[in-house]
Nanobody
Framework: QVQVEESGGGLVQTGGSLSVSCAAS????????MGWFRQTPGKEREFVAT???????DYADSVKGRFTISRDNAKNTVYLQMNSLKPEDTAVYYC?????????????????WGQGTQVTVSS
């Protein structure tokens, strides 16, 4: 019932910044925790960041201090601001919605997923 769509991916230089967005349908958006995950070929899907319905956030250690997740409930949109990008941040970034108010770092605890958006950081 919930549709999720990422946008804003692209190519950026090492040390640069990029913001990706995730639009989610549904009147229950404000009660849903959201998450960002990423996946590169040959690796499992990796947790990046999550934000609860209350606005509480958690980040993977690899991105802490560089990435910021936020949400705008009026727009049914969650954002991931990525700063100080590194080549190892290159991945397909996926947005996910969870039928819970609480965030999670586990991909299998999310119910709805977007198609992903490619982020490439050049070296």
């Amino acid at each position: 019932q919930v549709q999720v769509e990422e946008s804003g991916g692209g190519l950026v230089q090492t040390g640069g910044s990029l913001s990706v967005s995730c639009a989610a349908s549904g009147r229950t958006f404000s009660n849903s925790a959201m998450g960002w995950f990423r996946q590169t070929p040959g690796k499992e899907r990796e947790f990046v960041a999550t934000i609860s319905a209350f606005g509480s956030t958690d980040y993977a250690d690899s991105v802490k201090g560089r990435f910021t997740i936020s949400r705008d409930n009026a727009k049914n949109t969650v954002y991931l601001q990525m700063n100080s990008l590194k080549p190892e941040d290159t991945a397909v970034y996926y947005c996910a919605s969870r039928r819970s108010r609480y965030g999670s770092s586990r991909s299998y605890e999310y119910d709805y997923w977007g198609q992903g958006t490619q982020v490439t950081v050049s070296s």
